[in-house]
């Protein structure tokens, strides 16, 4: 703003001079010292374009502003305490940043502006390929460029109240949401919640292969290799898995792993279509997991196969379930909870232990149709059973069937225990039979009825 016609004007030529000052001496009431007004919706009653020092208390109705490349709170003049930065954080409106996300996904409505979820949100092919920049926030790509519908690379972004989904061609590395860090930055402490995934055929609805990304009261339908991957460490996830369409194929696996550490893990799962489905797969250390699984009792489903990794604690509900657990690692826990009332598969499983060592285990199996509630193949060693085995088939009815050596075994037991290898321990009530053909197996505790 030059060549402006000036009605009063003050300069002045000082290091410490003062062009214009208004001084007001009152002592209470609102006083002002200077006021500018303008009839113009698009003027400024105070106009300034070098730096502005406000020593007091700064009140805005609005405050509207240009890319902020940098903010600095406090400074080598005037120290500013990290608890009053905090608290003036404390007071600021969501980033704008988050809208602007909503946005470009095709929202119509913005956060509490409607009820409920909308189903017409799926992102546009022509939509993509924006780079969107949020102050405080970081880079959003939406593009195909990146093959991910939402790729994201910076830290702290908030996701959150959407419908998702992808209507892309099938059998491509197409995911949802997709983080993961780039060159020498990380992709870490975001926080997405309430988001419904329509996955149809993208590769998954989540990909993570950041540190402490929350995901909260997440609803995954059908996605194509699997509806969440978990490469990354130390995050919350809560997710329900369920095919919007009973006789459409189904993700192979709800939640894959790959040398995922530290992760704290709810997953409600319905395995309905399809066959062989897994609702948690993979490897990794030191990751807590609650898992319900609710399958069909015709099909060959697996509630947790685990095939790398130790320290990982399991808590496993399933019903109808062709194998509930299948442990190919070591020195990992698990609580089961198994009923396969109706599966008409003989060789069922509640536990399959397949040649590793030192799980311990423990819950209740039941099984009406036959197989094995706990399976131990012949290198299987140190591991702990306690707790109740159940097997009610007409025939194949197996409680235990252990191959391996040196593993201990208490509880109750119904059905047919069978020690092809040696130096076990069993101890408790078997309502049924005892095949040892092992040597210096220990059943001296074990009462048979």
């Known amino acids: 703003m030059t060549d402006r016609t000036a009605r009063v004007v003050g300069e002045i030529d000082g290091k410490e001079a003062v062009g214009l000052l208004g001084i007001n001496a ?40 240009q890319s902020i490349e940098t903010a600095r709170l406090g400074g080598t003049r005037y120290a500013t305490q990290f608890e009053s930065i905090q608290a003036a954080l404390a007071d600021l409106p969501e980033p704008v940043a988050e809208i602007d996300l909503l946005l470009a996904c095709g929202v119509v409505a913005l956060p509490g502006q409607s ?4 189903e017409d949100l799926t992102v ?4 993509r390929g924006a780079t969107l920049r949020g102050d405080g926030i970081g880079t959003i790509w939406l593009g195909t460029g990146e093959d991910h519908v939402i790729d994201i690379d910076s830290m702290h972004v908030t996701i959150r109240d959407l419908y998702l989904g992808y209507d892309g061609a099938a059998g491509e590395e197409n995911d949802i949401i997709h983080i993961e860090p780039r060159g020498e930055s990380q992709s870490q402490d975001h926080t997405i919640s309430n988001i419904v995934f329509d996955a149809n055929d993208a590769r998954y609805a989540i990909y993570d292969d950041g540190i402490r990304n929350t995901f909260d009261h997440i609803y995954i339908r059908a996605a194509g290799e699997a509806g969440a991957y978990l490469s990354g460490a130390q995050g919350n996830i809560e997710i329900t898995t369920d095919p919007h369409d009973p006789d459409q194929e189904w993700f192979e696996t709800g939640i894959k792993f790959e040398r995922g550490h530290r992760y704290h893990v709810e997953h409600h799962a319905t395995l309905r279509s399809g066959t062989d489905q897994t609702a948690i797969a993979g490897s990794g250390n030191g990751n807590m997991i ?14 947790v196969e685990w095939t790398g990794g130790n320290t990982n604690q399991f808590w496993v509900t399933a019903r109808e379930a062709y194998r509930g657990v299948i442990a190919s690692s070591s020195w990992n826990s698990a609580h089961i909870e198994q009923f396969n009332v109706t599966h008409p598969a003989e060789d069922a499983r509640g536990v399959d232990i397949r040649g590793f060592n030192g799980w311990n285990l423990s819950g209740f199996i ?8 706990l399976n131990v193949d012949s290198s299987g060693r140190w591991n702990m059973w306690t707790g ?28 047919e225990i069978i020690l092809d290898g040696d130096n076990n321990y069993i101890a408790g009530v078997l309502d049924g039979t005892l095949n040892d053909n092992g040597t210096g197996n220990d059943t001296s505790n074990l009462v048979i009825n």
């Open 290 to 303: 609650w898992v319900r699984a609710d399958c069909s009792n015709d099909q060959h489903h697996t509630v």
């Open 26 to 65: 009152a002592t209470d009431g609102e006083a002002i010292a200077i006021k500018g007004e303008t009839a113009s919706e698009g003027g400024y009653g105070f106009y300034t374009p070098d730096n502005t020092h406000v020593g007091g208390r700064l009140e805005a109705n609005e405050l509207e502003t």
């Open 388 to 415: 109740t085995l159940l097997n009610r088939g007409e025939t194949n009815a197996t409680a235990i069937r252990c191959a391996g050596d040196k593993n201990t075994f208490f509880g109750v037991f119904e059905g």
């Open 366 to 373: 039941r099984l009406d149709a036959g197989g094995r509630c």
């Open 124 to 127: 546009p092919q022509q939509r």
């Open 115 to 118: 009820e409920g979820y909308r």
